[in-house]
């Protein structure tokens, strides 16, 4: 039996856990749920250009949550001695690290998919914004923040010590990648620290492919550094998967997390010195700005 | 040509095994061979060394220093090949919750390409009716039970079970008896680790004593019990301690030693023994609570080589 055959078997049982599982529906459906209905009510009055934009982020933060689910999942299948029970059969932790990816990009599809179809129905969008880049997005973007939860499972010893990093993460994931707080609203230096952030690229992305403001250069982009953060967060995580309960991560491996980073680090770099993004993202954003409706002045 | 037919190595070889955790040396120097169609046992009590010694052998653990071989291959080495030949019920292990009793029993038979039938292994091990349970809501003994099952997915050549009946109630215990019993008919190679003379007496065609990460004695149960040949073991409770070193030199007695407030008394004459023993209880005015008398067992070895008992 080979490892694609493996990878197959083990996906399914794991869709089919996800899908008995309540938690992976709050967390997966009703919470980005709440958030787009949040966003889109309170924008209600404003164009409906707009609500593409919190389209754009309501998929972003869908995407980037699968880094906490899967993290979770590994660490308690691993505290639990479920692994220790896999590593005795013939799977090797490819397949079981690739069928965690696989089987959370088939739960993501279906979740965008209802998301976008909210938006059309409830706010009446009618551009399907850029479809083909928005797909790509979510594929590659769902997989890459996946393996970014599959490290984090490696590296951490406990559920709460898994729980405390994945906060970490998430702060800096949801705040400085523009998914909630448009990163043109930063001071300068900070915008030019975003550049770092990982799901940066998924937000801008995303923003841009479901505004259709997105030239295909810049999706190109995006979807570069995400798969690179993808081939290295998967690999790195492969080489420090640990399937004993007792098998501690050292603490050299943590550092293996910011080796993950290395993708993006290049990409911020790169992009502080020589790329457009920042100015792509603020001319964006006053785009947005002009649509929305102005305050009368006071009446004297 | 010589002549000489090449000797065939044993299914299991494990040859001089070392393996510390920290300081704590977990086995020092274990050996032993098991021939195909065997069930072996490693005998010993908790913290002796049995479960590292499994694990190496299943490929989980790595030792520091000798040979485990399986089937000819190396354990450590494990590859899939190796995988594919063995099957296992782990000392502490689960499946996820939500995971009913058909479901994993086919997902672990679709890793290997010899597969046996799973509705034949739910009919085997009377789990038919649980076949669309959750995990979770199984007994301890339906989980054993399913554990034994999976053990058996691949049709393998040899099963490890490690203290498969631990934690069970004795009717489940005796359930997974009869289903050892049945791959020993079927001559499946078996090592099993245990700390329950009666499951190492009923199920084992031989019997490896293992203590401080040493084996201490090897043979068949009727081997091993024979150095205890011609012993009666009297296990008694009295009122009040007895005065020191007067057990021991009652008519009879071999060997006297206290474990948990009783006395355990090896005589080779055990009814003049319990004659002195009234006589001598009546002289310190002690009162006998209870006396319990056993035959020779694979306990009465262990507390003849080690001073304490196995399950201390």
């Known amino acids: 039996m080979g490892i694609v055959s493996r990878t197959w078997t083990l996906t399914k049982v794991r869709l089919l856990l996800a899908l008995r599982n309540r938690a992976f529906f709050f967390f997966s459906l009703i919470m980005p749920m709440i958030f787009l209905f949040g966003a889109g009510g309170f924008l209600r009055h404003g164009p409906r250009q707009y609500i593409p934009y919190v389209l754009g982020a309501v998929l972003t933060t869908t995407v980037m949550g699968s880094f906490w689910g899967l993290s979770v999942q590994l660490v308690s299948f691993r505290e639990q001695g479920i692994l220790r029970r896999f590593r005795i059969a013939p799977v090797g932790a490819g397949p079981m690290l690739a069928s965690s990816i696989i089987s959370n990009y088939f739960m993501s599809i279906p979740v965008v998919l209802f998301e976008i179809f909210v938006c059309r129905l409830a706010f009446h969008v009618r551009d399907w914004g850029n479809v083909w880049a928005i797909i790509l997005l979510i594929t590659v973007g769902s997989a890459a923040f996946s393996a970014l939860g599959l490290i984090v499972a490696s590296v951490t010893n406990t559920m709460q010590e898994t729980q405390m990093i994945n906060n970490l993460i998430w702060m800096g994931l949801i705040f400085l990648s523009g998914a909630t707080i448009p990163i043109a609203i930063f001071p300068q230096w900070l915008q030019r620290v975003a550049l770092f952030i990982p799901a940066q690229y998924l937000a801008t992305g995303l923003e841009s492919a479901t505004t259709s403001m997105a030239t295909y250069y810049e999706v190109f982009e995006d979807f570069a550094a995400l798969v690179m953060g993808l081939y290295v967060a998967f690999e790195i995580s492969r080489r420090l998967f640990r399937w004993e309960p007792e098998a501690k991560a050292p603490r050299s491996a943590k550092l293996w997390v910011l080796a993950a980073l290395v993708p993006f680090l290049l990409f911020g770099a790169w992009e502080n010195i020589y790329g457009s993004r920042l100015k792509t993202v603020n001319s964006h954003f006053s785009r947005l700005s002009l649509m929305m409706p102005r305050q009368s002045p006071p009446a004297h | ?312």
Do not use: W
């Open chain 2, 1 to 312: 040509m010589t002549g000489i037919q090449p000797v065939a190595e044993p299914i299991i070889l494990v040859e001089n095994l070392f393996k510390n955790y920290g300081a704590v040396e977990a086995l020092r120097g274990v050996s032993f061979a098991v021939e195909e169609g065997e069930v072996f046992g490693l005998l010993g009590p908790n913290g002796a060394g049995k479960t590292t010694t499994i694990e190496i052998l299943e490929g989980l653990r790595t030792s520091d220093r000798g040979t485990a071989r399986v089937c000819g291959l190396d354990p450590e080495k494990t590859g899939e090949r190796f995988k594919e030949l063995i099957g296992a019920v782990l000392q502490s292990t689960s499946l996820p919750a939500k995971l009913r009793v058909k479901e994993a029993l086919e997902l672990f038979a679709n890793f290997y390409p010899q597969r046996a039938n799973v509705d034949q292994l739910l009919r085997r091990f009377q789990l038919e009716e649980k076949s669309k349970a959750f995990y979770s809501e199984l007994s301890g003994g339906q989980k054993q039970r399913l554990a034994l099952a999976m053990a058996l997915v691949n049709d393998p050549r040899v099963v490890f079970l490690d203290e498969p009946t631990a934690g069970l109630d004795p009717q489940v215990r005796r359930e997974i008896y009869d289903i050892i019993e049945e791959l020993k008919r079927g001559k499946k190679t078996v090592l099993i680790t245990t700390h329950y003379i009666e499951e190492a007496e009923r199920l084992c065609d031989r019997v490896a004593i293992v203590d401080h990460g040493r084996v201490i004695a090897l043979g068949t149960p009727r081997e091993l019990k024979q150095k205890a040949a011609g012993m009666t073991r009297l296990e008694i409770r009295l009122a009040r301690p007895a005065v020191n070193g007067t057990l021991a030199h009652l008519d009879g007695v071999s060997d006297c030693r206290e474990f948990d407030g009783a006395y355990i008394l090896h005589s080779v004459r055990a009814p003049q023994t319990i004659v002195a023993l009234v006589k001598q209880l009546e002289a310190e005015n002690n009162e006998l609570q209870s006396l319990e008398m056993f035959s020779p067992s694979l306990e009465d070895v262990f507390i003849e080589l080690t001073g304490r008992r196995l399950r201390e």
